[in-house]
């Protein structure tokens, strides 16, 4: 019999998938206070150290435009690797 | 009829609801004056319209069915998906450098192989890392 107090799962995709969108569209920031350069952005994707990219990483998670534009070099840099 | 659309599915009831008048009509003499066919046209007109009514109900219940199937999700509804923003607010406050990166390039798509050579560890270890963060915001949160 199922636990009743077990908590419901949450798939990985499915957070995943939220976390994509929220993250997205949630911090809009139009006036681009803090924004790292697209350079920044490049180096921690394809180089990601501590020490260099801290705030980059802090700053990601509370700007939708940067956080998008590293999807973007996520993605490019997968395509790169793959070919 | 609209509704139904198929003239297939129509044509179908019809038929069906001929063939009850036509069972009535076969059985007319061991019933009752009251309980006998006066109107043949009005009576089958009567069959069809409630076969067409039963025929949209299915039609709404399959709709439905169909929505759940292709599921919204869990977090389709306003409470849920506050829960999960806290979720992702909290489990990212929680994450260190490497955990975070690791958490936004699965959201990217990575495979785990693929975020561990690049912190040059097992995809096993990858997963464990982000998981573990995972598990225990969800554990301290109660969601």
Known sequence: MPDPKRRKDIKEEEFLGFAKSYLSEAFPNPQRNGCPRDSELTRMAEHPNETEHASVSQHLTRCSPCFNRYMEVLAELKTRKAE | ?143
Not at chain 2, 40 to 46: A, I, N, R, S, T
Not at chain 2, 69 to 89: G, R
Not at chain 2, 122 to 132: F, I, P, T
């Open chain 2, 1 to 143: 009829m609209k509704l139904l659309g198929d003239p297939a599915v129509i044509a179908n009831l019809l038929e069906e609801a001929a063939a009850i008048v036509s069972r009535r009509l076969r059985s007319q003499s061991s019933r009752t004056d009251a309980q006998q066919i006066q109107k043949v046209p009005g009576f089958l007109f009567k069959c069809f319209m409630r076969k067409v009514n039963r025929a949209k109900r299915k039609q709404v219940v399959t709709v439905s069915l169909r929505e759940v199937a292709q599921s919204k999700p869990s977090w389709a509804d306003p409470a849920a998906e506050f829960d999960m923003k806290i979720l992702v607010d909290e489990f990212l406050d929680h994450c260190d450098f490497m955990t975070q990166d690791m958490f936004l390039r699965r959201v990217e798509g990575f495979s785990w192989e693929e975020i561990g050579r690049v912190y040059e560890m097992s995809a096993h270890n990858a997963l464990e890392r982000v998981r573990h963060v995972f598990q225990q915001v969800r554990a301290k949160l109660k969601i």
